[in-house]
């Protein structure tokens, strides 16, 4: 199977400290995926550290595109530490152009990558290229257990087992702002390369990175977008 | 001042032809606001031949980020033609990405440019790079004298002086799909960026490049975004 | 065997249309060469659209070079679809110059390219990669049958089974004129290149893609260039 | 004059916060610097948040040198941060080669860098580019007021006005880890480059930009270097 | 006035020595040129050095066009040499394709390049970058004073004062071996983007550099050719 | 095993000629060493050439630095030309960066280079490399057959069969000057490097390149250097 997997920033970093023990975890899994045949794309957010940069950057006046630049590429650093704990099998750069990106995956090693271009969150990222690799699933690995009908904190979100991307559109929409580095759990413009491109898509929690083994044997977890 | 036109690809192109006349007019005018001290950046689409190239290879299955790459490319075929005929004070080679073309531009020269990476339109490249240099002004040349309460066609439909983004967004929604190459008066991402950015834009008849002038003039010309 | 197969531009262009049926025979043909176990470099020309587009630019009084420019960026774009239609087993990159080209050979996918400098043809560009990666046999697929002693139209013309390099020389100096994009079945640059390499070619009627599996197993077909 | 200015990662790091406020007191010294006509390189170093990623990578077992190049990069971070402090006249892209470096500074902008190549501090660097673009003075702005005898905290340490490179070279190697990320006031490779070029170099206390200026206008101030 | 000066890599090579008083001379003259205002690109040649690597490559039966690869690295470092010479207003980098050639020469400084790709000599690189900046002359230093009948030596051979790039191409193809790094005065190729580009070009006596200077003022020295 | 080999720039070179039959005699070995499974960087330095060409530029008065690079792209050359030799199963493109190298690595075929970047000598750059892809043993082909506890010359130097890198940085430092292609049997740097990593060296004569075979199969050979 040809699989993308999105880890989100915040997972792997705890407050200010980068996760140790869950990137090795993802290693271990991403490392178990490989021995089993499926070829892979990972996608790491940005997390703590990028807002930070962010926000100096916004402090200064930086326009949002130039903030989102250097979130791009707080991003990539993230990516190279989860090469170091994958450690074989593994291109061992980031690419930084979906051609680059799809050139290095045509090799036959795992693909780690951050982010593009601005104007692109990560989710989008692995969007285009769960698309540009004709990919079998998109699992989205997050801080929650899958989507919810609201903020997963307001007093009677439900959590869906199943949304259509038009659905999804709509709750993103109510909570979403469109800044460089801002929480977003799946943005416009990742929904509607997930929808165009028929894309199977799974959003898991990620703490716990099994429920990415779970997500790709089709066992229930988390929350299946249907294209 | 500081100048981001986005120039539409089916302006250039009459049917199958390139339409030379008009790109010679295009190139007065901009070495015109170059004289007069302004600094530019233009964005040209991809036009016809860019939606046979990506028909094309959509017949071929490729996937639809593929399909924009292409158009990218063409768009950036396109943005030479322009150089060409520009010819003096002109930056000699397109730039491929956000940060070549910010690199360009703070040297003095007038910088062309096509597409930059997949799940971007032209649109939103022109407003990326608006925010990133700080534009005073986002002009879009496009074949339309403005923006309309439904597409241009339809009976009742009525010419709008000014909108608000949110309108904007609205008017845009209904009417656009998400493809490679697919006309698009300005896409939510173009939208949300110029929104955040609180960009000045207008939406100008393309068909005369005067028309760019009367703009930069702030005089009644198109339709006025309101960021 | 190691083979290089040229593609002229104007095979799989008809008029305006781009000739998608004969596309994905060569695409078919390729694969089945691969499968075979053959290694394989592909180098698409311009045709109609390079052409046109290098029309506009003469007429904008464009340096000849600066119109070469332009023709192998279209001719990368023709790569780029046939690329789409091969889909497995190929590079999906083109390369932009002949140790890029090299490289990503060694890497044993199937490459393939357009041009690479101004100042020489595809057919220059086939030769230097085959004489580089010292290829069995340079396949010239074109839209005549093969070497005429006259251009085919001419009454009088015969088609040559056999030819040597002095001889292609000689017939193609008598009609070829050097501007970017100008129809050239084998030019100086290329012949030369043939010539001190001492190269295998068949030059054969590209209409029917099946003349390559024909050459390549040494059938008789259109004409042999005898280094 | 041509000035290199080298600003340590620590300087600019409160413990995990990124000190805006004296960023934009550099950004004010150096803006400053240019309008009086000086030529001018800006080195960033790594700092706390480097250090960071270093040990997440060395608790992966990641090579030394591998860990260097993530130290690389996050320096370069801290330099898009001093460029948007700056603002104008300043390149807004990070070189990444000494070439590139070397070739931006020909243009006449003020050139912002963080590290080169694993192996190399940003120190190194520092002086590299000083030599290489024949700097009048190389000013290292650091988190002490100068050269000690000691480590600045022992009991009986002395404050130096002049130190040889013979010398510094003494005292650096006394108390100085070769390891990516580690504080190195000038490492022995920086010694070397400074005393081969005959780099006059004054070591300063950059808490304070303006010891910057009265470094390069001569007055007392820190440490002078006599190559 | 824009102009090209290519200057043979004989002349800057006594045998195994590099000629550094020559190079002096020619520097100066490079300034003076800039000094008075003409906009100028150098291409410089390979020489002894590049035939000895190149002999060594061909021996361990490398293909013409790796050897070609290699004849160009060394008219780089060549060009390096140069830049070092001429010291200021010199652009630091060789650049290595003819759109990154023209982009920096339209940034103003002098411009010092080696070769492109391999089919091409240096000869014809000069040619194309003349054509390519609409030069108003193309100056190219060799080893002789000027286009003889037939090899300088042969007994009644006869300097000219004018040929036309057809008598120049007759007389060149008599003498001419196509290879790699192989004594050629103007080569084919050069010569048809000369006729095309109708460029003014003088042959002169590169063993004094002055020479260039009288060629540059319309003087009578060595052979004009008519285009 | 994964084996780093140094191979001395004056080893390839007699005085000006190109040694093609000690160099054969590598290309056999090191095709050995493939054939056995191993996998394989090495690293070849500049030698006479790159000498002439650093006294030339230094004549000329160019930094160090700068001289520096000119010799990082001569032992560029020395590499395609061992690449040559090698002709199978070796990447035909000599990496420029840690990063690019490490990549190419990865991918399983020979990997040959030259320098990195100015301030790093070439047996810096094969220590970076070995601690980057982990390599079992680091083998340094010099022109003496082992550490001799002074300048092999000298009257009463002895040869030692092991020596920590204490030692070592000891021995060479009393010897060494730090300018640009000067003889070096190990730099500071690269000391620093191997200690570090404690990496496994083996110092070896190379003028007889079985003498490889031997360190690597653990055979007394040359000095042992204790990291």
Request: proline share 4%; glycine share 12%.
């Given at each position: 199977m040809k699989i993308v997997i999105k880890i989100g920033g915040s997972l792997i970093?705890?407050?200010e400290e980068i996760d140790l023990e869950l990137i090795s975890k993802y290693a271990e899994v991403i490392r178990r995926?490989?021995?089993?045949?499926?070829k892979l794309v990972i996608v790491v957010g940005g997390g703590v550290i990028a807002r930070k940069y962010i926000e100096t950057m916004r402090k200064l006046?930086?326009?949002e595109s130039v903030c989102d630049l250097l979130g791009i590429k707080i991003a990539r650093l993230n990516a190279y530490i989860l090469i170091s704990a994958i450690r074989n099998d593994v291109y061992p750069k980031v690419p930084e152009t979906l051609e680059e990106a799809i050139s290095v995956f045509s090799m036959g090693k795992i693909v780690v990558m951050g982010g593009l271009q601005p104007g692109q969150s990560t989710n989008a990222v692995a969007a285009l290229l769960a698309e540009s690799i004709r990919a079998d699933i998109l699992v989205n690995a997050t801080t929650v257990d899958g989507v919810y009908t609201a903020p997963p904190e307001t007093p009677g979100a439900k959590k869906l087992d199943q949304v259509t991307t038009d659905q999804l559109m709509e709750i993103m929409q109510s909570s979403t702002e469109f800044k460089a580095g801002e929480y977003r759990l799946f943005d416009p413009l990742a929904i509607l390369i997930v929808r165009r491109a028929r894309l199977p898509v799974k959003i898991i929690d990620g703490r716990d990175p099994?429920?990415?083994?779970?997500?790709?044997?089709?066992?229930?977890?988390g929350t299946t977008v249907i294209p």
């Open positions: 970093q705890l407050g995926l490989k021995r089993e045949g499926h006046k930086a326009p099994q429920n990415i083994l779970k997500a790709i044997r089709g066992e229930k977890v």
